[in-house]
């Protein structure tokens, strides 16, 4: 096989899977904080297992990325102490850096790229 994913990445990759799942169910469940702040957490260590913890820091504190970094924590503050709404709000302003993370993803950042191939909508050439 050309492309093999090590343990540690495919534990990263569960974890980021239930980090999105908790915070979806946290968000349909009236903003149960709980939820809400086990999928931070599930996320944020699935992105350090993939990426690695020295990478992932350095994706948060590189200059470009610090205006969405300050959001997504400040968010992951108030949903410590019980603003879980104002949380969530001030985390999707973290949308940049997260879109360039999933691009990284093999298959998921394949179908990302490539929008106008999904479902047969290809744009016509002239």
């Keep these: 096989m050309a492309y093999e994913i090590s343990e540690i990445k495919k534990i990263g990759i569960g974890l980021v899977g239930f980090g999105i799942l908790f915070s979806f169910l946290g968000v349909i469940l009236f903003f149960d904080r ?38 997504f924590f400040l968010g992951l ?4 102490v019980r603003w879980p709404v104002a949380g969530i709000i001030l985390e999707l302003g973290y949308g940049a850096p997260i879109q360039a993370f999933l691009y990284q993803i093999p298959i998921i950042g394949w179908i990302l790229q490539c929008p106008f191939q999904l479902f047969g909508l290809r744009r016509k050439r002239a």
């Excluded at 699935?46 to 959001?71: C, E, R």
């Design 77 to 80: 503050f108030l949903l410590f």
């Design 34 to 71: 709980g939820l809400l702040a086990l999928g931070n957490i599930f996320f944020l260590t699935g992105v350090g297992l993939l990426l690695g913890w020295q990478s992932m820091w350095q994706l948060f504190t590189k200059k470009a990325n610090i205006k969405g970094s300050v959001p």
